[in-house]
């Protein structure tokens, strides 16, 4: 997953233009969506590279992977409560994916003992 993470964190950074519309809609064009875009790859780089490091140092990582929960459920969450501005077709795409990656993240965080890694 953090490989995963780190990818899209990528896309979403080097290529805002192509995928906020996907996620807003018309707006994902806008200076303000390229900026909120950006940002959420940088978020999404740092979560997953944070995670990474932290298990070639053999350090816990709880921590990391709580905070990814945390990211993607409320991607989900705010999709919901802004659905009026999001594109229809886009929605179930954006909940599958946050919701998603939140569901999988709490089952690798009950997965994994206290212990580092």
């Known amino acids: 997953m953090s490989i995963g993470r780190i990818a899209i ?3 979403l950074m080097s290529a805002p233009r192509l995928f906020a519309p996907v996620w807003v809609g018309r707006d994902g064009l806008s200076a303000a969506a390229t900026l909120f875009s950006r940002a959420v790859g940088a978020r999404d780089m740092a979560l997953g590279i944070g995670t990474l490091a932290a298990i070639e140092r053999g350090q816990p990582i709880q921590g990391w992977i709580r905070g990814a929960i945390l990211a993607d459920a409320t991607d989900a969450i705010a999709t919901y ?5 999001v594109p229809p077709v886009s929605r179930p795409l954006v909940y599958l994916m946050g919701g998603g990656a939140a569901l999988a993240g709490a089952a690798i965080q009950a997965s994994i003992d206290e212990t580092p890694n």
Request: proline share 0%; no cysteine; hydrophobic share 25%.
């Open 9 to 11: 964190g990528i896309g």
């Open 81 to 85: 409560l802004e659905r009026g501005e």
